[in-house]
């Protein structure tokens, strides 16, 4: 048998023997609730819309898992009962009996062990989220509440003897699933201390020094850290001991976080990760009562520009491992005030696999591509990044002319002897944004592999671009001569992006990845398209508010705009 089968057998094994339990009856007390989702996908619900593969499947009063034509892998998905978040977003009469009839539908099929939600991390989500949505589940029906109670404390002993093979921070949400449950359960109480230690250590182990986790991506970190907060309010409000190294990873991880925001208070859009819940992340972060960050604005391999209304976060490091990392090495956000300006594309892993792999590759971040050739490269698996950029510099400081970033990678060193720099300025106001991108080759060995792939070429050189993502909320239009693109966010401010060099400027489609809404949404992207031909090529762009942009500006929605001509 080998080692996934194996573990796979006791997986099940352990799931059987915790279905015959008879498991506890009533709950001592009903949790707060915690992680409500989006409403609107609540109500995609209710009308019977599911995203399967890119593609939207009608299928009214069916259970996520049971939609016909989902993968094996989306339909376990839906055992971790990520939509009962979304459910309770919505949180009317509707979805409460949606949410109450499809739970125990779950429970009478799957409840006394069997199906593929018994596993580590698909069985932690989903007891964490029966616990946080234990007021809506029950509504204050003694049935209800028994059937929910019982369910809840066969999956306990199910992850106390199965929360060692779960990898990741899926451990840490075990344990923390655990221990709430404890808290909650009649007659769990005794797995409170055990599980309560245990996940200290485990955040001592997963959480680095400096507060980063390896995933590097900022919507995990904001996850763990919010679960970290809340077990620890539940610990407190109990009576009971908060193990120190789970206190401390609170502390580490709280100024990181912060950085990892742009002005609106979303996180950067990395490495998998979307903007999460600013609200939630927000709350967690006045409960942890650590206001500091980092005094060099890095962290977790990002770097951080900050002035006036305008923020920028850099990716300044190597690609993690995992099947979740980007090829987004030097890319970099840009937002003013509540509204994002440049982006990345996002996590296309809601609409399928072909999604998924568009969303990793260099062209859906905002920084510099070669044709056909991401900065990182995907391995034979098409999951984890085999062949990784490696960033050779990263340094900031502080000058007349505002904060500066300078960064190289070596992403292309192997395949044509170039590095990419990148040199970013912030203005002191926050209004404007300069920076100059230079594909070069530095080394004689390099100038060898250049010259190699330009004779292979045969005058054609290499095509490159540099690509700004837009917001959707962002309008766009190149100015008359072409010169330039003019900016207009949804607050009423206007920008100005200009370009120097060898490239031709267009502005091209392209698509915000978003699991706020059900489709890519449409959005547009600046380009600089250029050839080079020689050891070297520069770009020298700037992002500028308009002279008649006030400094402070009251951001506005979109309908309170006037009327355009």
């Known amino acids: 048998m080998?080692?996934?089968?194996?573990?796979?057998?006791?997986?099940?094994?352990?799931?059987?023997?915790?279905?015959?339990r008879r498991g506890s009856r009533r709950f001592v007390l009903l949790p707060e609730p915690g992680c409500i989702g989006l409403a609107e996908r609540g109500r995609w619900l209710l009308a019977g819309s599911h995203l399967v593969d890119g593609r939207l499947v009608q299928a009214v009063t069916v259970p996520p898992w049971e939609v016909p034509g989902a993968d094996a892998a989306v339909l376990a998905a839906a055992h971790g009962f990520g939509w009962l978040d979304d459910l309770a977003g919505l949180g009317d009469r509707a979805a409460?009996?949606?949410?109450?009839?499809?739970?125990?539908?779950?429970?009478?099929?799957?409840g006394r062990g069997g199906g593929p939600g018994w596993v580590p991390a698909l069985a932690a989500r989903r007891l964490g989220r029966w616990l946080c949505h234990a007021a809506l589940l029950t509504d204050g029906d003694e049935r209800l509440s028994a059937d929910l109670a019982r369910a809840a404390s066969r999956t306990v002993p199910f992850l106390v003897r199965r929360w060692t093979t779960a990898e990741g921070t899926a451990r840490i949400e075990a344990l923390a699933a655990i221990l709430r449950a404890g808290l909650a359960l009649d007659g769990m109480e005794r797995h409170v201390t055990p599980a309560a230690v245990a996940l200290g250590r485990e955040a001592a182990a997963q959480v680095d020094g400096h507060g980063g986790i390896v995933s590097r991506s900022p919507e995990d970190l904001a996850d763990l850290f919010v679960l970290l907060v809340e077990?620890?309010?539940?610990?407190?409000?109990?009576?009971?001991?908060?193990?120190?190294?789970?206190?401390?990873a609170i502390r580490r991880i709280a100024p990181v976080l912060r950085m990892l925001r742009h002005a609106d208070g979303g996180l950067a859009r990395f490495h998998g990760g979307g903007r999460a819940f600013p609200e939630r992340v927000e709350r967690a972060l006045a409960a942890a009562m650590v206001r500091a960050v980092p005094a060099d604005g890095a962290a977790m391999g990002f770097m951080r520009l900050a002035d006036g209304r305008t923020s920028v976060i850099v990716d300044a490091?190597?690609?993690?491992?995992?099947?979740?990392?980007?090829?987004?090495?030097?890319?970099?956000?840009?937002t003013s005030g509540r509204r994002p300006v440049v982006v990345s594309c996002g996590s296309g892993r809601a609409w399928g696999a072909e999604w998924h792999r568009a969303g990793r590759a260099t062209p859906s971040h905002s920084t510099l591509t070669l044709e056909g050739f991401s900065s990182s490269r995907l391995g034979r698996s098409g999951?984890?990044?085999?062949?990784?950029?490696r960033v050779l510099s990263a340094h900031r400081q502080r000058g007349p002319a505002g904060t500066q970033l300078h960064l190289i990678h070596a992403g292309w060193a192997e395949t044509h002897g170039l590095t990419h720099r990148r040199d970013l300025v912030l203005a002191p106001d926050g209004r404007s944004l300069s920076g100059v991108d230079t594909l070069a080759a530095l080394t004689a060995a390099e100038r060898r592999r250049l010259d190699a792939v330009l004779k292979a070429a045969r005058g054609a050189g290499v095509r490159y671009a540099l690509r700004f993502h837009l917001h959707p909320d962002v309008d766009a239009a190149i100015e008359p001569g072409g010169t330039g693109v003019r900016l207009t966010l949804a607050s009423g401010e206007h920008w100005t992006f200009r370009a120097e060099g060898p490239a031709r400027l267009t502005l091209d489609p392209s698509v915000y990845l978003d699991r706020a809404h059900l489709l890519p949404r449409a959005c547009r992207q600046i380009v600089l398209a250029g050839v080079l031909l020689d050891v070297e090529a520069r770009i020298g762009w700037t992002f500028a508010k308009t002279e008649d942009t006030p400094l402070a500006i009251r951001d506005v929605e979109r309908d309170d705009l006037p009327d355009r001509p």
């Open 96 to 110: 409460r009996r949606q949410a109450q009839d499809w739970t125990l539908r779950w429970i009478a099929r799957y």
């Open 317 to 334: 490091a190597d690609p993690p491992p995992g099947s979740h990392a980007h090829a987004s090495t030097l890319a970099f956000e840009m």
């Open 383 to 389: 999951e984890a990044i085999a062949d990784r950029a």
């Open 2 to 20: 080998t080692g996934a089968g194996r573990v796979g057998f006791l997986d099940r094994l352990a799931a059987r023997l915790a279905g015959l």
């Open 231 to 248: 077990t620890e309010a539940a610990l407190v409000a109990a009576g009971r001991p908060v193990a120190e190294p789970h206190r401390a």
